[in-house]
Every structure is written in C-alpha cells, then in structure tokens.
C-alpha cells in the first residue's frame, strides 16, 4: 500500500523552538509539497520541491523553511514557531506531470502542531 | 495564489438526501479532481476528470468536467452518514505539476 507518512500526529511547541515536521514517500515520487489547513482558508501550499535539493516557495513561505535531501523525504522547519503557526500541517507527493494526471497527490495524514 | 471559488461552505443534511457541490474558475483547467478528507486525515482522491464534458461515476458519487472547462460539479446520493468530511476539488493547467485547491466543502449528515 503506498503511502505519505508524517513523523507526528499532534505536536505541541513553545513559542520561539526550532520546529522540525517530516514527511516520507515510498512511491519514488519527484514532486513533494507542504500544505497548511486552517477553517475557512482551505489547503495553502506553503513550499514544495520538483527535486532532491530543489524547493521552490508557495503562496505563504514567510517563517517557513524546507530541506530535501533525498528523493523520499521532505522536511518543513519553522525557524522560530509562533502562535499563528498553531495548524494542520499537510504534507503530499505526486510523480511528474503525466502520471499526476491519473493519481493526482497523495497526502499524509497531517501533524496537528499547536504553539504554545 | 489563486483558488478555485467552491460551493457552498458547508452544508447539514439529512441521511437518504442527495448532494451537490461545484467549482469555478476564472481560467481554464485540463483535469479536475475531487478529494474527500476524512475528519482527522488526509484528503483522499474520489475522482478524476480529463476532458471537458466528461461526466465519471464512482459508486454514489458523480462528477462532471464543465464544458468550459472552467468548472465542475460532484454529486452524492442518498447519502450515508460516513460520507462526513470536506470535500475539496482541484484543478491542473495545461502545463506545470501544481494543483489549485477549492476551499472545500464541509458536509455533515445526520443520522
């Protein structure tokens, strides 16, 4: 069964920590992406990556930032957390355009980060 | 960034009722999804359509690709109480590999 996996469900920070969230694909995908979901707001793509080493920014980048260094694994950091960074966090992967197509993204099933 | 305009917000309704939801854009898309997120999950893909027109089924749930190709609609019927969660379409351009999300439709339905 192929999969996204998140390292956490629920994440509690204090305000100011380095925050860390992982994300892991086992479908050999090229592309990987980091969602936020807030009510009302729907997904808010936050950054994502066409390639190992490769990111590029998304619609709300500012106090985010993202490292993949292999293929299967993307990380989102939160430099500083903050309050306003209390969210679901959504990770998903696709492969290249083509087979997109077909089986669109796969999400993870999300990290519930509260920043405290 | 642009999203995709998804209607309505939300919506309570009775189990046995049928649903509609739909999507519109102000630009032109080539493929449009629907996926469902499960309360506490991730979405999960319903349905995939690839030409304008196209009208696609899976189980209880219809959707169709607008001949515009600026919109498109799902339908539920008779509706069960599992099919609980927000609903959200996404739309893929000519070219690129990044998906405009709806802003998604709650559903409640009540036993």
């Known amino acids: 069964d192929v999969k996204v996996t998140q390292s956490s469900r629920y994440l509690v920070k204090r305000t100011g920590e380095k925050v860390f969230l992982e994300c892991v694909q086992d479908?050999?995908?090229?592309?990987m992406f980091w969602y936020r979901q807030d009510p009302g707001l729907g997904l808010r793509l936050i950054y994502f990556s066409y390639d190992v080493k490769m990111k590029e920014k998304g619609d709300i980048p500012e106090g985010y930032s993202v490292s993949r260094e292999k293929k299967e694994r993307f990380s989102l950091i939160l430099e500083s957390a903050s309050t306003n960074q209390t969210s679901m966090y959504l990770c998903a992967s696709s492969p290249i355009r083509q087979r997109l197509k077909n089986y669109g993204y796969t999400f993870g099933s999300g990290t519930r980060l509260t920043v405290v | 960034g642009q999203q995709l305009n998804q209607s309505p917000q939300s919506m309570f309704i009775q189990e046995g009722e049928d649903v509609s939801m739909n999507c519109t854009s102000s630009s032109i898309f080539n493929t449009w999804l629907w996926y469902k997120q499960d309360p506490g999950e991730g979405p999960v893909l319903l349905i995939a359509?690839?030409?304008?027109?196209e009208l696609t089924s899976n189980g209880r749930l219809t959707a169709q690709f607008g001949i515009t190709r600026k919109d498109s609609f799902l339908n539920i019927s008779a509706s069960i109480p599992s099919d609980v969660g927000i609903y959200f379409c996404?739309?893929?351009?000519?070219?690129?590999?990044?998906?405009?999300f709806g802003e998604g439709t709650q559903l409640t339905v009540n036993p």
């Open positions: 996404a739309g893929l351009r000519a070219s690129g590999s990044r998906l405009t």
């Open positions: 479908m050999d995908h090229e592309n």
């Open positions: 359509l690839y030409k304008a027109g």
